[in-house]
């Protein structure tokens, strides 16, 4: 094909592209198309593909995608001949707003920036990310002119050599796949599935390839048979329909044998069938289910109508499954033309139909936007990147639950989501006063997950408040970003109370100091910066009316011509004084101190995490880390025995770090990750303990790791292992 396809002279190109444009899109501007075609490829002249061709066949390829088969609009088509040229010619943004107008350069331009956003395994991701969100928010068009970019180099990929096969391969099915899915884009997902997969995993690609081909007739006979009488009664019926033998696509097949462990032949021969109406009522969706299941005995628990309850991506249908001959399960799908449309293109099929004016698309447009715009909040909170990132993924692939309000109203939810998830969907002042819950009638504790079907009833209290234990089991992106938001406007009032009690006393004494000498004051209090101050001061932890009064006392008593004497930390220092053996060197309120001190069993700290002492009785000083829940119940009680501690510098010695992780079970799981562990940075392994049930592995390692990036490094490495679906830091 693509012998004939460079033979073309340019005109016949372009010929063929305004055919398509005109027979599949709304309204053709052909002079913005030709002209888009013309620039593009007088600017793309000297340059080849990796395949050999000139590098224009592969804008014009893009195009084509976005007009046959996203059938989207004449601006992205243009903006897709024209999305290389800022990447790789010497035109600029200015210069292409002036001669196509903003629109197109906003896509064009949107797309060269997320070109090479998605590249995983790197600390500038969460920015990456973040510009991305920016730009889809602006105009979903830039993702699917990305989509269809892909696209492309996917179908071309062979020429590449390997390694970077593999690369994009890998980004294609970790990113691009899963955000398709999202986007309802089930058509796209599938041919990124399938051509990262083929070149992922050839072998198997190849087998199952070799295998749907043998048994082609054979499955096509059959579902002939069964459909035969179907179409027979619609046509009496007089129903205008499509009926189709739903091709099941190489990734998925592969999934199920791996999940299910089950042969080929077993996932093969579940046979599907799609019924597509052409109609506008979606009650004649009910009626045909009535006619199938007179011809087919159905299986009631099979049954799913995603028409009254659709999916949180826009999904529409009715699923269900009958028995066919020889007993063989058939699921069949109906659904009208207009759902299959949203089906398959997802989120470019609410574009056209927003075109088209229809508001009730515009509703789920909506939610497509605040859902991008809630993942966006949540990286402009994140001070991670890579917890952003997982994040981020995680969401890509959460299932769904149903959930009811007592007044039985429906919310959809991600797996896993708890009470408070629920109360923060339904409003942030429910969550942010949420204080119990009740599922189904039944008192629940908040960090509860919430099983599909359950009725769920939140209960609040004007005194309650968001508390770091939330943010810790919340699943949901919304009730995230609030949470944090809510702590973080907390500590802003803490620390401004703080500033005013401080400044109360300042006054009161009558002292003054200049910006230089109060920075000075609190360095020597060991705190980094005013603000951590003043939040210590306003939270109770620096008794400030103390400190100014000896301060005052000792400026006094220098006047006195007295010697310095070591005045600070009161009760503290003297409980250094007095306990009993030193052990190791911590730094605590800024000094490196020898007092007895061990690190707290519940939370587990290695260096490089942030960390706060409490003061024991008789056993020094255990050491938390500050997010330890168990401390977050102190602070809100006898904060005067926390006290600020730090790492000593440059203490080099081994810290137990445990690992939690799950996923599939196979053969040679499990010395495949104390493999990974134990070729990373030399790491030892203390202990491991498995449990497997239903193919599915859970457990725990207990590795020594010399700090927080080792143990980063260690995680981020076992997630590559094949078949780890989640590995994070084993906590109480
Ligand atoms: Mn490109």
């Not at 609410?350 to 497509?368: I, L």
Request: hydrophobic letters at 35%; proline letters at 3%; glycine letters at 6%.
């Amino acid at each position: 094909m693509s012998a004939t396809v460079q033979q073309e002279s340019p005109e016949l190109k372009l010929n063929r592209l305004l055919d398509s444009c005109h027979r599949n899109l709304k309204s053709v501007d052909d002079d913005l198309i030709r002209k888009a075609f013309q620039f593009s490829f007088a600017a793309h002249k000297d340059i080849t593909r990796a395949s050999g061709e000139p590098y224009f066949i592969h804008p014009l390829a893009v195009a084509t995608i976005l007009a046959e088969e996203l059938r989207l609009d004449d601006i992205s088509v243009a903006a897709a001949l024209l999305h290389d040229v800022i990447e790789d010619t010497e035109y600029e943004y200015e210069f292409l707003k002036k001669e196509f107008g903003q629109t197109v350069a906003n896509l064009v331009d949107g797309a060269t920036k997320i070109t090479d956003m998605f590249k995983s395994h790197e600390v500038t991701e969460a920015e990456s990310f973040r510009k991305l969100m920016l730009f889809m928010i602006k105009d979903i068009r830039v993702i699917l002119v990305k989509f269809a970019d892909r696209l492309h180099n996917m179908r071309t990929l062979n020429y590449l050599p390997q390694a970077k096969q593999i690369k994009i391969a890998t980004e294609t099915l970790d990113i691009y796949a899963p955000l398709a899915h999202r986007f309802g884009l089930w058509q796209i997902k599938w041919e990124f599935e399938d051509l990262s997969f083929k070149y992922l995993n050839p072998e198997s690609y190849e087998d199952i390839f070799r295998k749907v081909n043998t048994r082609r007739e054979e499955r096509e006979q059959y579902i002939q048979n069964f459909t035969d009488p179907i179409s027979k009664r619609l046509t009496e019926a007089g129903f205008k329909f499509e009926l189709s033998g739903r091709p099941k696509h190489f990734f998925s097949i592969y999934n199920k044998m791996v999940k299910r462990s089950k042969p080929f032949e077993e996932i093969y021969d579940l046979f599907a069938v799609r019924i597509i109406l052409d109609t506008t009522q979606a009650y004649d969706c009910f009626t045909v289910y009535g006619i199938v299941s007179d011809i087919y005995f159905p299986v009631p628990v099979r049954f799913k109508d995603y028409i009254s309850v659709p999916k949180h991506n826009g999904y529409q249908s009715i699923h269900t499954t009958v028995v066919g001959q020889d007993g063989k399960l058939v699921e069949v799908q109906i659904r009208t033309r207009k759902m299959h449309e949203i089906a398959e293109k997802g989120v470019a099929a609410h574009w056209s139909y927003k075109e088209a004016g229809e508001s009730v698309v515009n509703k789920q447009s909506d939610e497509w936007i605040s859902w991008v715009r809630e993942i966006f909040e949540q990286a402009d909170n994140a001070d991670n990147p890579n917890q952003f990132i997982e994040d981020f993924k995680l969401n890509l692939f959460q299932d769904e639950i149903f959930v009811f309000t007592p007044k039985g109203d429906l919310k959809i939810l991600p797996k896993g989501s708890t009470p408070v998830d629920f109360a923060y969907e339904i409003h942030t002042n429910v969550g942010n006063h949420c204080i119990g819950a009740k599922i189904n009638g039944k008192i629940v504790p908040l960090n509860t997950r919430i099983e599909n079907g359950n009725q769920v009833e939140i209960i609040t209290s004007k005194n309650q408040k968001p508390n770091q234990d939330w943010e810790k089991f919340v699943v949901t992106h919304k009730a995230k970003s609030k949470i944090r938001a809510f702590l973080n406007e907390e500590k802003r009032k803490v620390t401004e109370l703080g500033r005013e009690m401080w400044d109360k006393k300042v006054r009161k004494l009558k002292l003054k100091f200049t910006d230089l000498e109060l920075n000075k004051l609190i360095q020597d209090m060991k705190y980094s910066n005013q603000n951590s101050f003043f939040y210590a001061v306003g939270f109770g932890i620096v008794n400030h009316e103390e400190f100014l009064d000896r301060y005052v006392a000792r400026q006094i008593a220098k006047k006195d011509q007295k010697p310095d004497e070591k005045p600070e930390f009161g009760t503290f220092e003297e409980f250094v004084k007095t306990s009993r053996s030193s052990q190791k060197s911590l730094v605590v309120e800024g000094k490196s101190a020898n007092i007895q001190m061990n690190y707290a069993k519940c939370c587990n700290p290695v260096p490089g995490d942030d960390i706060i002492g409490y003061v024991t009785i008789g056993e020094g000083i255990k050491v938390h880390r500050r997010n330890c829940r168990n401390i977050a119940g102190y602070s809100t009680g006898d904060v005067t025995r926390l006290v600020e501690v730090d790492w000593p510098k440059g203490a080099h010695e081994d810290f137990m770090a445990g690992i939690r992780l799950s996923g599939e079970d196979r053969k040679g799981m499990v010395s495949d990750i104390t493999n990974v562990i134990s070729k990373t940075l030399n790491t030892n392994i203390r202990g491991l303990n498995f449990n497997t049930k239903d193919g599915i592995f859970d457990g725990s390692i207990i590795v020594y790791v010399n700090d927080v990036d080792h143990l980063v490094r260690i995680i981020d490495r076992i997630k590559r292992v094949e078949g780890v679906k989640s590995v994070a830091r084993l906590e109480e």
